[in-house]
């Protein structure tokens, strides 16, 4: 079965810094895109990061830019997000999700397609 196991969340205070973790299980790592999505009590959900191990590419939200960070460890089938100078704005619950290399290929982007797999989500709180 494919499993995304998103963990890491809390309580933080403004300016502090959190891990995410995204274990993922039951498909060719290398062959799918992963991503990190967040969606606030009364908002969208929206695309934070997402990163493309065979391409070598990332994205990043322009609300995270220079403040988050996404990696990979392909021997551990685990993706980070290091999140930095957290901020009120950044609370929400936080999804690791993943969508095939190929789908990501087709459409030219790693935002804005449906993706295949979501995990379970891992809430992050910053007080102000």
């Known amino acids: 079965d494919v499993q995304l196991q998103a963990s890491g969340g809390g309580l933080v205070q403004t300016g502090g810094s959190l891990r995410l973790s995204c274990a993922a299980s039951?498909?060719?790592?290398?062959?799918?895109?992963i991503g990190w999505f967040r969606q606030a009590p009364g908002k969208e959900r929206e695309g934070v990061s997402c990163?493309?191990?065979?391409?070598?590419?990332?994205y990043y939200a322009d609300s995270v830019k220079g403040r988050f960070s996404i990696s990979s460890v392909n021997a551990k089938n685990t993706v980070y997000l290091q999140m930095n100078n957290l901020k009120p704005d950044d609370t929400a619950v936080y999804y690791c999700?993943?969508?095939?290399?190929?789908?990501?290929?087709?459409?030219?982007?790693?935002?804005?397609?449906?993706?295949?797999?979501w995990g379970q989500g891992t809430l992050v709180t910053v007080s102000s």
């Open positions: 999700a993943a969508v095939s290399v190929r789908a990501v290929q087709a459409m030219g982007v790693m935002v804005g397609l449906e993706y295949d797999y």
């Open positions: 990163i493309n191990n065979i391409a070598g590419s990332t």
């Open positions: 039951g498909f060719i790592f290398d062959d799918y895109v």
